[in-house]
């Protein structure tokens, strides 16, 4: 059974960061790219980052490049999304996402405001 356990979210002002973490269990998690999406209310859910299995390769939504870094950990099952000087803009529920049975994480709430 696939599992993906998003957890590092939360309440903080912009300008500040967060690092979000994805633990994977049920797959063979080195082979298989990663990635972060997230959602705002009333917008649909868009790609942030996307890592390749052995991490060689990332990309960035252009709202993101900059700021953001995806990164993972292929011996502990797990994938990060570091977020620098956020902005309100990136509040959203984000998701972590494996191709692997199309398979979604429950999602951690980032609030960015003042």
């Known amino acids: 059974q696939v599992q993906l356990v998003e957890s590092g979210g939360g309440l903080v002002q912009p300008g500040e960061s967060l690092r979000l973490s994805c633990a994977a269990s049920?797959?063979?998690?080195?082979?298989?790219?990663m990635r972060w999406y997230r959602q705002a209310p009333g917008k649909e859910r868009e790609l942030v980052a996307a890592?390749?299995?052995?991490?060689?390769?990332?990309n960035y939504a252009d709202s993101v490049k900059g700021r953001f870094t995806i990164s993972r950990d292929n011996a502990n099952n797990i994938v990060y999304l570091q977020m620098n000087s956020l902005k309100p803009e990136d509040t959203a529920v984000y998701y972590c996402?494996?191709?692997?049975?199309?398979?979604w994480g429950q999602g951690t709430q980032v609030t960015v405001s003042s």
């Open positions: 890592i390749s299995a052995f991490g060689g390769t990332t």
């Open positions: 996402y494996t191709v692997y049975r199309k398979s």
């Open positions: 049920g797959f063979t998690f080195s082979v298989y790219a």
